[in-house]
């Protein structure tokens, strides 16, 4: 058993680009010259996938989400549609060499032996490259998409992630790596010993096996897990080698780590073995000068209700993007002066002084992202303000330095053994990020891990085989 729960990550981070073609913020996508269709997915994704591996990065990550509809074009617009995640990763399997592919899946609605079927296939494929998301999923809609009445709960959800997880294990397993004999001479081809059923009976899961892929390089390829609540720490700390968590700071993040990695201990295993992974929102330029100005142009092209667009009548328009919205958050009364102004006005430095803890906070924000102030040479407007405050993102805004200190900031807080690079847009924000911070990250030693499966580049210790052989038919 290893020593302290809370200490930090040492050597290089792990460092993965967790691809939103569309643009991880609503706005990107409005960008001169961003990739603003997924009938071309095919040619950004190819161009992201090369930036990466170019840049030594240790894997692309792909979300998913099971259902669409109009009112996501303005809170989530890449989830309005793209390539699903597995038909990603094996396309993208192709086209590189040496950096790990990960895919989403949903284990409320996807079925066991198929996801096993696919992510052996991706893992035989790019030898050993392969990986999985495994989540719960928090969209209602996915049921009647799946011909279920109605979304599971958090229980009936994190009940059947666990009965996934162990067909999944004991899937993989269904073949020895010496099964396949292939002599010509006697003629015989497999060694029928040397293949098992999976046997397994869950509540919710069944699965015979065995499966018709052969083994995995990695036997088991790693698996990662996102979400929140209680039941999903807990899968994470039994199951995933990486644990994909929401994060706002360095320290809620450190408090998350120190316990899922207590609970890992708890479990019986090192917890050097799961890795707690943070998104982050890095807006790159050569200059931090530049990058301001990138994360000014993404805030002003954030449709807001400022009665002239047309955009607050239309399907799920978010509620919270207008003035009043955003005087009610910043605590200025009802009769405030600053109800009659434009959304594009200046904002005046007695209206700030009014401002609630809420309200100079989002003002700070902006300060440090677009370096606007109120009275400053850049002057803030009350459409800034609205936009950052009603689409929060953990960005990090600067040249190559900042970007830098940031990740080695969260490392030495002990926050996270890596990050989930996103990029505002595509491709300029990724090709910003793996050209420009990730060879200052690379001087500094916080990228660049060897290993040629993903296992080993994420230094993991060994699969637990025969997971449980109680099961086993051999
Ligand atoms: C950083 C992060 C990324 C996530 N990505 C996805 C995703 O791509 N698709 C999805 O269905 N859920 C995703 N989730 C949601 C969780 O998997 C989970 O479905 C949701 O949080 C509800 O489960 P919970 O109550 O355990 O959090 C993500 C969660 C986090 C924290």
Redesign the pocket.
Same mark, same amino acid.
Not at 108 to 121: F, M
Not at 430 to 440: G, H, S, T
């Given at each position: 058993m290893s020593g302290a729960v809370d200490r930090p990550a040492t050597g290089p981070l792990i460092v993965g680009a967790m691809v939103r073609t569309l643009g991880a913020y609503p706005s990107g996508w409005r960008q001169p010259g961003a990739h603003a269709d997924p009938q071309t997915d095919a040619s950004i994704l190819r161009r992201v996938a090369r930036l990466a591996e170019d840049a030594d990065l240790d894997y692309l990550f792909f #979300?998913?989400?099971l259902a669409t509809g109009p009112d996501l074009e303005f809170r989530d617009p890449y989830l309005l549609a793209r390539i699903d995640p597995v038909s990603a990763v094996l396309y993208l399997a192709g086209v590189t060499e040496k950096i790990g592919l990960i895919a989403?899946v949903?284990s409320t609605y996807a079925d066991p032996y198929a996801t096993a079927r696919a992510t052996a296939s991706l893992d035989l494929l790019t030898g050993g490259r392969g990986g999985v998301n495994l989540? +719960? #999923? /928090?969209?209602p809609r996915a049921a009647a998409n799946h011909g279920r009445d109605a979304h599971a709960d958090?229980e009936a959800r994190y009940d059947r992630a666990e009965e996934f997880v162990r067909a999944l294990r004991l899937l993989w397993e269904s073949w020895d790596d010496d099964a396949w004999i292939a002599d010509r001479d006697s003629g015989v081809l497999i060694d029928a010993e040397r293949l098992r059923t999976a046997a397994f009976v869950g509540t919710q899961v069944r699965v015979e096996g065995p499966l018709n892929v052969a083994r995995p390089p990695q036997a088991h390829p790693p698996i990662v897990h /996102? #979400? +929140?609540?209680p039941?999903?720490r807990a899968l994470a700390a039994t199951e995933a080698d990486l644990a994909?968590? /929401?994060a706002a700071d360095p320290a809620s993040a450190a408090a998350t780590r120190t316990e899922l990695r207590a609970l890992a201990e708890a479990s019986g295993r090192d917890p050097d073995d799961l890795k707690v992974i943070v998104?982050v929102l890095p807006v790159v330029a050569e200059t931090d000068a530049s990058a301001r100005a990138v994360v000014d142009r993404l805030l002003l092209l954030v449709p807001i209700d400022d009665g002239a667009s047309g955009h607050a009548e239309r399907p799920g328009f978010p509620a919270n993007r207008s003035l009043a919205a955003f005087l009610d958050a910043a605590g200025l009364p009802a009769d405030d002066p600053a109800r009659r102004a434009a959304v594009d006005d200046v904002v005046a430095a007695d209206a700030a002084a009014r401002f609630a803890e809420a309200g100079a906070r989002v003002l700070d924000l902006v300060r440090l992202r677009t370096g606007r102030s109120v009275g400053g040479e850049h002057p803030v407007t009350w459409r800034h303000l609205i936009a950052a405050h009603a689409v929060p993102a953990n960005f990090v805004v600067g040249g190559p330095t900042v970007i830098a200190d940031h990740f080695e900031l969260w490392r030495a807080a002990g926050a996270a053994d890596g990050f989930n690079v996103l990029s505002a847009f595509q491709q300029a924000q990724f090709e910003a990020f793996a050209q420009l911070a990730a060879p200052e990250l690379r001087r500094r030693g916080l990228l660049g891990r060897a290993g040629a499966t993903l296992r080993e580049r994420l230094s993991l210790g060994a699969p637990r085989l025969a997971y449980a052989p109680a099961l086993a038919t051999r």
């Amino acid at each position: 058993m290893s020593g302290a729960v809370d200490r930090p990550a040492t050597g290089p981070l792990i460092v993965g680009a967790m691809v939103r073609t569309l643009g991880a913020y609503p706005s990107g996508w409005r960008q001169p010259g961003a990739h603003a269709d997924p009938q071309t997915d095919a040619s950004i994704l190819r161009r992201v996938a090369r930036l990466a591996e170019d840049a030594d990065l240790d894997y692309l990550f792909f #979300g998913d989400w099971l259902a669409t509809g109009p009112d996501l074009e303005f809170r989530d617009p890449y989830l309005l549609a793209r390539i699903d995640p597995v038909s990603a990763v094996l396309y993208l399997a192709g086209v590189t060499e040496k950096i790990g592919l990960i895919a989403t899946v949903n284990s409320t609605y996807a079925d066991p032996y198929a996801t096993a079927r696919a992510t052996a296939s991706l893992d035989l494929l790019t030898g050993g490259r392969g990986g999985v998301n495994l989540v +719960t #999923g /928090a969209e209602p809609r996915a049921a009647a998409n799946h011909g279920r009445d109605a979304h599971a709960d958090n229980e009936a959800r994190y009940d059947r992630a666990e009965e996934f997880v162990r067909a999944l294990r004991l899937l993989w397993e269904s073949w020895d790596d010496d099964a396949w004999i292939a002599d010509r001479d006697s003629g015989v081809l497999i060694d029928a010993e040397r293949l098992r059923t999976a046997a397994f009976v869950g509540t919710q899961v069944r699965v015979e096996g065995p499966l018709n892929v052969a083994r995995p390089p990695q036997a088991h390829p790693p698996i990662v897990h /996102a #979400g +929140t609540s209680p039941r999903s720490r807990a899968l994470a700390a039994t199951e995933a080698d990486l644990a994909l968590i /929401a994060a706002a700071d360095p320290a809620s993040a450190a408090a998350t780590r120190t316990e899922l990695r207590a609970l890992a201990e708890a479990s019986g295993r090192d917890p050097d073995d799961l890795k707690v992974i943070v998104p982050v929102l890095p807006v790159v330029a050569e200059t931090d000068a530049s990058a301001r100005a990138v994360v000014d142009r993404l805030l002003l092209l954030v449709p807001i209700d400022d009665g002239a667009s047309g955009h607050a009548e239309r399907p799920g328009f978010p509620a919270n993007r207008s003035l009043a919205a955003f005087l009610d958050a910043a605590g200025l009364p009802a009769d405030d002066p600053a109800r009659r102004a434009a959304v594009d006005d200046v904002v005046a430095a007695d209206a700030a002084a009014r401002f609630a803890e809420a309200g100079a906070r989002v003002l700070d924000l902006v300060r440090l992202r677009t370096g606007r102030s109120v009275g400053g040479e850049h002057p803030v407007t009350w459409r800034h303000l609205i936009a950052a405050h009603a689409v929060p993102a953990n960005f990090v805004v600067g040249g190559p330095t900042v970007i830098a200190d940031h990740f080695e900031l969260w490392r030495a807080a002990g926050a996270a053994d890596g990050f989930n690079v996103l990029s505002a847009f595509q491709q300029a924000q990724f090709e910003a990020f793996a050209q420009l911070a990730a060879p200052e990250l690379r001087r500094r030693g916080l990228l660049g891990r060897a290993g040629a499966t993903l296992r080993e580049r994420l230094s993991l210790g060994a699969p637990r085989l025969a997971y449980a052989p109680a099961l086993a038919t051999r």
